[in-house]
């Protein structure tokens, strides 16, 4: 009874700790969700391949930090991450303000196989109102295939070389040895006034390809390579060792004066434009270009959309910086502001600024004003009354250029948006629409805690409705459990009483038969070994004084007081008798006593009639005296049962 009664607790705690998670999962899934997906793609080996980030949301995504787990042996990164490589790429945003976003991530395949893409939640990833949104990731998957098998000829079959002279003209000549696509070595002597070499190189194999260096000729030595790849990569070099005559002396003339077409004057210094090498680091989401100044052709740097120019000057000492240049303002500085691992560059505000949707701004709200950003000054708008607020003009990592609020105290920027008169950010709402609408998303936010509060209220009456029931229920089984057994006491008590009974008439049925024994003793003592029939009555006996002491001390106990009641109940008789024959006595002796009349009968019958009353009422006494004794009794004998 006590396992099953543990059987069953067990079986209840299990069942309410149940209940309690699927509580604890509804108010968890009451956040609204972050939807994240990967696109897939198939490539070969060797081309580069775009990956779409999808992420959307049935509320305003306020910001994300995730990562983008891939295998590096599969997939080489190249750009569109926020950081990372090597397996793990970093994406992260906190600039959103939308219900929706997307993103491409470039890679290159570098092997052959297959590597899922997985979504994983690095921080924080919240709504507008710094709720945190329940991230669902899909995977994507990249399979990179091995190309074709290509082609190893990597042979020339026919090479043509001319001299280029001073004067724009040319001529062909002949190799020493003749060309022959099996020798890769080769001899030619030019004169003093040829300039360069053109080469005309035809390979045996169309997809092969052919790369052309070393043409121009100086003086002296010079060689030349062909060099031949083929389809599958493998390379060979045709090479031309040609030797140059010496020029003529001629009179000396003046050298030229110094080219100083790249040099500059900027912020008080002057600087040399420079090309930019590949040693040089290239800022956040630039790469290299070109553009002509004062005719020379110059490496510059450009944004993947186009709009900026960087320039790359050095100073006298040789130190280097970046600047900005366009044709209407010629050079400008490289002020570059980061928030989030993210890059603004800052550039000076516009003089049609006050046009537009920003028309009703006058100069009781912003005044043009110049700052220290970053140890550079830049030019801003100051806004009037708030201190340290300004607004600036820049371009994001994204080619965008806009203005922004800048927060100069705490360094945070803040897409701009109108503060005229009646005016908002994109739709020409007023203040007291957004004020309205502002409202009812934190009156929407206070509904859904409001829901999720009572979710948890019901949930916590629930559990200790359901706790109660539990303990009440083990308190009634146990109830059940000890009155089960106390009938069983009672039944085992009855059962030794039957059991007492039954040695008395044992024990009576053996003195019986010790008589009958004595009395064979007498009369056939010569046929009956008198040892053993002494040894039987001493075994008898023995098993009598064993079923003797068998009895309790408590049931002997028990019977003793039996029978003291019983002695009792006929004392009450004997005295209810002796009290009968008293009162019969006075009544003869008075009517012994008295002349018989009339009025003597009548109160003769009026005495007998109180005689029969005080008889009723001693009678009376005796029977409450005689029940009380058998309640006395009864309460002997459940105290007997309970002994037992």
Known sequence: MITNIKKLTKTLMMLLILFTLVILSSV????????????SAEVTQGETVTITLSFSSDVTIGMYDLSL?????????VKGADGGGGGSLRIYEDTIYTKSQSRTIEFKAKGVGSTELKIIQLGDVIDLDTADLNVKASSGK????????????????????????DDGTSKVVTLSPEFSSGETTYNLHVPHNVARLALSAT????KATTAVSGTRMDEGDN?????????NGSVKKYIIYTKKDAAPQEEPTPEPPADESRNITFEGKTYVITDITEGVTLPEGFETSSMAYNGNDIVIATDLGKVLKLVYLKDEGGNAKFAIYNDTEGFLPFVTYEISQRQYILLDVENNFYEGENAAINSSKISLDIININGYDVEVFTVIGKEGLYIVRGMNWNSEINYYFYDKNDGSMLKYFSIGNDESVDDGKN?????STLKSQADAYEKRIDKRNIVIYVAGVLLLLMFVGIIVLIMKMKGDFFAEHEEDDDEEAATLEDESEGNNIQESSIEESNEEESNLEEGNAEEINENEIEEDIKSEKHETDEIAESLSESVLEALAEEIAAKEAVDELEEVEAVVEETLEEVVEEEIAEEPVTDEAITEETTEELEIEEVKEEVSEEI???????ALEEGAIEEDLRTLE
């Open 223 to 231: 060689s030349t390579t062909v060099t031949v790849t083929a389809e």
């Open 203 to 206: 390979t045996e194999d169309a």
């Open 623 to 629: 029977a409450e005296e005689i029940k009380e004794e």
């Open 28 to 39: 968890k899934l009451m956040a609204a969700d972050f939807n994240a997906s990967v696109s």
């Open 142 to 165: 990249v399979t990179v295939k091995a190309p074709v098998t290509a082609s190893s000829n990597n042979n020339l079959s026919g090479l043509v070389v001319s001299e280029v002279y």
């Open 431 to 435: 203040i007291s629409d957004v004020s």
């Open 69 to 77: 787990e891939y295998d590096a042996n599969i997939l080489e990164y």
